[in-house]
Nanobody, 115 residues
């Protein structure tokens, strides 16, 4: 059974940093893509960053140069390092893992950027 669990959210001041972790398990052949998405109240869920099994990455324009996605295949964990955080980064951040069987979402973790 596939499980996807996020951790690392919290409250941070503008300009600060946070690192989110996504632990994905239960896939016999691994996940060929794992991504971070976010959703603020009243908004749709948007892609923030994506990494493939070959470590190719893709970022939303709004986070390029500030966020970095990486993966530790041995731990089946993907990280999102978020620097220079802005109030507009406030949202629930979700991890999405994709394998040949489908798409799996975690429950989300809240990130609040506020002074």
């Amino acid at each position: 059974q596939v499980q996807v669990v996020e951790s690392g959210g919290g409250l941070v001041q503008p300009g600060g940093s946070l690192r989110l972790s996504c632990a994905a398990s239960g896939s016999s052949y691994g996940f060929y893509a794992i991504g971070w998405y976010r959703q603020a109240p009243g908004n749709k869920r948007d892609m923030v960053a994506l990494i493939t099994s070959g470590s190719s990455t893709n970022y939303a324009d709004s986070v390029k140069g500030r966020f970095t996605i990486s993966r530790d295949n041995a731990k089946n964990t993907v990280y999102l390092q978020m620097n220079s955080l802005k109030p507009e980064d406030t949202a629930v951040y979700y991890c999405r893992a994709t394998n040949t069987g489908g798409v799996y979402w975690g429950p989300g973790t809240q990130v609040t950027v506020s002074s």
